[in-house]
């Protein structure tokens, strides 16, 4: 990421103070990171200072952040054809920016912080159109692609490797307490608009399809489609969450 900030910064002047202050500057991406999501999530409530020492002591606290975030980055550049670099989602995607914010909320809401978590969450939703709940838990690996729209519930679990697009509800079927959202297994593709409900078990290498609407549990390997959504073709590939691939098989 520094040669390529270098390479950017030499190849846009007018933006060379911004590569410098965003990424060569800093001694660590950890450091970075924090730099970047507190800028972005600055507001007079919570300058970009106070942000920035809770996001690095966050990173600080639980490793597990930083190397998720790599494992992030190396998703989009390896999932995304629009992304040709890895710098790209570090500095400009509001997919990787909700996701990361949400996992110093989700640290602080396992430390008892509460208040603050859900202003994280609070200011996530505001300039980025995401809405994570701070309980909600995602693995490593993933990409949200144009992000617009995202709301995932408290309960929910995303597991590693899930690529998900624009509009996606992971949402509750009532208004009832306790375990009530979905379970993303490793691998799941996730299509724009897609709605899951409820306590669901989405297995291992889904694919969800485009505008579906999940209701009950979808077996691993295969293809869901249609409101509500229904088995469709044969066994999917092991992750389709790697190939991005949206359509359907001819003979589904």
């Not at 270098?6 to 660590?28: C, D, I, M, Q, W």
């Amino acid at each position: 990421m520094r040669a390529e900030a270098t390479e950017a910064a030499a190849g846009e002047p007018v933006l060379a103070s911004y590569f410098h202050n965003t990424v060569l500057r800093h001694k660590s991406l950890d450091d970075a990171l924090s730099y970047q999501l507190a800028s972005v999530l600055d507001h007079n409530a919570l300058t970009a200072t106070a942000l920035q020492e809770v996001i690095a002591a966050a990173l600080k606290s639980d490793p597990t952040i930083s190397r998720c975030m790599r494992a992030d980055i190396s998703a989009w550049y390896e999932r995304d054809p629009a992304c040709d670099q890895c710098l790209t989602p570090f500095l400009y995607f509001k997919g990787f920016h909700a996701l990361q914010s949400h996992r110093v909320a989700h640290w602080l809401w396992r430390q008892g912080r509460h208040t603050l978590a859900l202003y994280f969450q609070s200011r996530v939703s505001e300039q980025f159109a995401v809405d994570i709940h701070p309980a909600a838990s995602f693995g490593c690996g993933i990409m949200i692609d144009h992000a617009t729209g995202l709301v995932v519930g408290e309960t929910s679990v995303v597991e590693d490797d899930v690529s998900i697009l624009h509009s996606v509800t992971l949402g509750g079927s009532g208004a009832g307490g306790g375990d009530r959202h979905p379970k993303i297994g490793r691998g799941v593709m996730i299509g724009a608009g897609a709605k899951i409900l409820g306590p669901v078990r989405i297995g291992e290498g889904v694919k969800i399809a485009a505008g579906s609407l999940v209701l009950t549990d979808v077996p691993e390997h295969t293809t869901v489609a249609g409101v509500p959504a229904r088995q469709v073709g044969g066994k999917t590939e092991a992750a389709p969450a790697y190939t991005m691939d949206q359509t359907l098989d001819s003979d589904e």
